[in-house]
């Protein structure tokens, strides 16, 4: 047997915190993230060669890249990123983030990016 009513849910109340406190850890965070990308965008880089200290935000960041050619029925070509370099504005040797853990997470707080693409 069927019917044409539509059947109720209930629900327990909500348990944890109130809106007030939410807001409070959400400000919280907010506060906690800006924080951490000013400390982000202010690290400072020593070059291995020149041993000069500069801000990354100062700096650029070059992304490379390679082509991968078309192939079969329906396989286009694009560009695959590579590895990625940091310039250093005094000697203008570029750093391979291999070899620099983490430089490549702080890509977006470099002073400038640009994109270097090799056939």
């Excluded at 070059?62 to 192939?71: A, E, F, K």
């Excluded at 329906?74 to 040797?93: M, R, S, V």
């Amino acid at each position: 047997m069927f019917t044409n009513k539509p059947a109720r849910i209930f629900f327990a109340p909500l348990g944890g915190p109130d809106e007030e406190a939410l807001k409070a850890a959400y400000a919280l965070i907010t506060e906690s993230e800006e924080a951490i990308r000013v400390q982000k965008a202010s690290a400072l880089f020593k070059c291995a060669r020149c041993e000069e200290t500069t801000p990354i935000s100062q700096m650029e960041y070059i992304q490379s890249h390679w082509y991968t050619t078309p192939h079969g029925c329906t396989g286009g070509d694009y560009w695959t990123p590579g590895e990625g370099y940091a310039l250093c504005p005094e000697c203008g040797i570029e750093h391979r983030t291999h070899f620099s853990p983490g430089l490549a997470d702080l890509k977006e707080y470099f002073g400038k990016q640009s994109d270097r693409r090799k056939d």
